[in-house]
């Protein structure tokens, strides 16, 4: 073989290597994937916002359905309201009336001094007022103690006991209405009337003082004048109602004072 014929011969076997690298380099160039990388590339599927839900349990033991919130278990009951029961009062014993409520002869005399007062049996007499000014509305019992110094002067005190506090309240209220209206007893013609004492007193749950006084009229200087005291007492289920009547203008307030707070006393 010529020169010339070997250097045609080595360009072709060169011409053919190339073209052998040309068709190995184009095998290996394929197609870009869907999303734009080349085949073998490792994907990343983008965060959308959506937490994964594999594997966590939710609130009734079932995976969470995607976008609902999971609740984390900690296997300790949820407490309930507490309540504290209100313990029931006991009922209280019932409150019954005794002489040792009563104001005593002694004590009278002691409060009201030179006077002669004692206490005498039987059933207290009717004051001025009626019998309305001693007691109130369905008492469920009633205890008395009269009065009198064997001359112008007499009084008592009357116990009254009622259902409840309530009733009480009402039957020295009503009892003090009709006191200050007293129309059981009508002045003479020649006589007028009037309240000369209308105070309280800190004594039990309530204590009201009224007097009224009687006195002639210009027209009949002559005639006598005449004192009416009341002290009307509440204190729990009971009321407790003194009244006194004299010639005169009566016991005076500051012993009537004395006498109405031994009086409360008795009563608790």
């Not at 990343?44 to 079932?62: D, I, R």
Request: net charge positive.
């Amino acid at each position: 073989m010529t020169a010339r014929g070997w250097k045609h011969a080595h360009l072709a076997a060169a011409g053919m290597a190339t073209m052998g690298l040309l068709l190995v380099a184009c095998g290996n160039d394929t197609k870009p994937s869907g999303n734009g990388a080349p085949a073998g590339t490792p994907t990343v599927a983008p965060t959308t916002g959506v937490p994964s839900t594999s594997g966590t349990p939710s609130a009734s033991g079932q995976p969470s359905a995607p976008g609902e919130p999971t609740a984390t278990l900690t296997g300790k009951p949820t407490p309930g309201p507490s309540a504290t029961p209100t313990p029931t009062p006991a009922p209280g014993k019932p409150v019954k009336l005794t002489t040792a409520m009563l104001l005593t002869g002694a004590e009278l005399a002691k409060a009201d001094p030179k006077r002669g007062w004692v206490s005498t049996t039987g059933s207290a007499s009717t004051p001025i007022c009626g019998r309305g000014s001693t007691r109130g509305d369905n008492p469920l019992g009633t205890l008395s103690r009269n009065f009198t110094t064997d001359l112008d002067a007499s009084g008592g005190q009357w116990l009254t006991r009622y259902s409840d506090a309530k009733a009480a309240r009402a039957a020295y209220d009503k009892i003090i209405k009709t006191v200050k209206s007293c129309k059981a007893a009508v002045p003479a013609s020649t006589h007028a009337r009037k309240i000369t004492e209308n105070r309280a007193l800190s004594l039990g749950d309530a204590t009201q003082i009224l007097r009224w006084y009687d006195y002639p009229l210009p027209t009949d200087p002559g005639s006598e004048d005449g004192g009416f005291p009341y002290a009307i007492t509440l204190k729990g289920k009971i009321v407790s109602v003194l009244a006194f009547r004299e010639m005169g203008p009566g016991i005076k307030p500051p012993n009537f004072e004395r006498i109405t707070r031994t009086a409360a006393a008795h009563l608790g």
